[in-house]
């Protein structure tokens, strides 16, 4: 459940460190495969933001307005790296992004990498 959270990432927009780097920008509203989330990816504080914005099923725990903070920089083959820490659940996740014009696929870990799972999301915005 948490993990999922990890991964939902969504609308933000690139901060002063990536746009220097050349990174891709993944601002903006996403909406995860599976259809049951879309996520609002912003700058917050010198960080980056993935709050839910919609959540078609709760049951699984996620909410609208739970968020992860993001810290990451550009990897290579133009991904994002770094950690997404969830405040509301105190975890912190090894993150990968992976950023094109419309799609995005994130990258959560736990337990230095035995736990991993790959979603893809679409632009929705």
Do not use: F, H
Request: one cysteine or more.
């Amino acid at each position: 459940m948490a993990l999922r959270l990890a991964i939902v990432l969504s609308s933000l927009v690139a901060t002063p460190a990536l746009a220097a780097s050349g990174a891709s920008d993944p601002s903006g509203v996403w909406m995860r495969g599976d259809g049951n989330a879309r996520v609002r990816i912003a700058p917050c504080g010198g960080n980056i933001c993935a709050t839910n914005v919609w959540i078609g099923d709760t049951s699984g725990g996620e909410n609208v307005g739970d968020r992860l903070v993001l810290t990451v920089s550009a990897g290579n083959e133009g991904k994002l790296v770094g950690t997404a820490y969830d405040p509301q659940r105190g975890l912190t996740y090894s993150m990968e992004m992976t950023i094109k014009p419309r799609q995005l696929q994130t990258r959560g870990c736990v337990l230095g990498g035995l736990l991993c799972k790959s979603v893809n999301w679409s632009r929705d915005d």
